[in-house]
Structures are given as C-alpha cells and as structure tokens.
C-alpha cells in the first residue's frame, strides 16, 4: 500500500508561483507511474502532469506546458509540481497520484490507470 500526501497549496495572485510537493510512503522502483490531477468545482478531473518515477519522460497538459514542471527526488521519496505564471482558470484542488506501472503516453491523463491518490491541496488563484 502506498500512501501519498499533498502539501504547498495556497491561495496567491496571478502571475506568482507555488511548489506543491507529494510525500510518498514508499517509493519507486523506477517502474511506477506518477501524476499531478486537478479538479476544479463543478469540472471533470484532469491531468495536468506525469512522470515516471525513475524522473525520466515528463509529459504535460497543454494548458500548463511552458509553466508547470513536474520532477521527482527518489531520495526523499517526494514528487514535485513547480506552478509558474499562475493564472486564476489554474484554481483547482491538485491530488497526486501513482499508477504500479508504466503508463504509455496516449493514456497519463487517464485517472482510472492510478491505483493510489492524494487527498488534494488546494490552489486558489486570484486575478
């Protein structure tokens, strides 16, 4: 069982950054799949960023391509989300999650390919 929690969420202006981390309970064998999704009131979840644990082939939403970069630190067991250029249409509850293999490209975003999920940080962004 792998336990994953959220933390970094906050309220900010547009324009500003946040860093939202993702502890883990037990990490990687490089062969796991990690994600960032978000969820917004009265919208269907959506995936905004996934990694492979061994921190190789990032893959991006197009709505945050250019702002948004995904990593992970094997050694503290910890995925992150670096959020630049907030806009407030990225106010949304994040919730990492991890999928126990590799997930081809075509399919990162489909939540339903993730056994274990956060239980979400909120980000609050204010024009």
């Known amino acids: 069982q792998v336990q994953l929690q959220e933390s970094g969420g906050g309220s900010v202006q547009a324009g500003e950054s946040l860093r939202l981390s993702c502890a883990t309970s037990r990490y990687a064998s490089g062969r796991e799949t990690l994600a960032w999704f978000r969820q917004a009131p009265g919208e269907e979840r959506e995936g905004v960023a996934s990694i492979y644990s061994s921190g190789r082939s990032p893959v991006y939403h197009d709505s945050v391509k250019g702002r948004f970069t995904i990593s992970q630190d094997s050694a503290k067991n910890t995925l992150y989300l670096q959020m630049n250029s907030l806009k407030p249409e990225d106010t949304a509850m994040y919730f990492c999650?991890?999928?126990?293999?590799?997930?081809?490209?075509?399919?990162?975003?489909?939540?339903?390919?993730?056994?274990?999920w956060g239980q979400g940080t909120q980000v609050t962004v204010s024009s």
């Open positions: 999650a991890a999928a126990r293999s590799l997930v081809m490209d075509g399919s990162r975003f489909a939540g339903k390919l993730y056994t274990y």
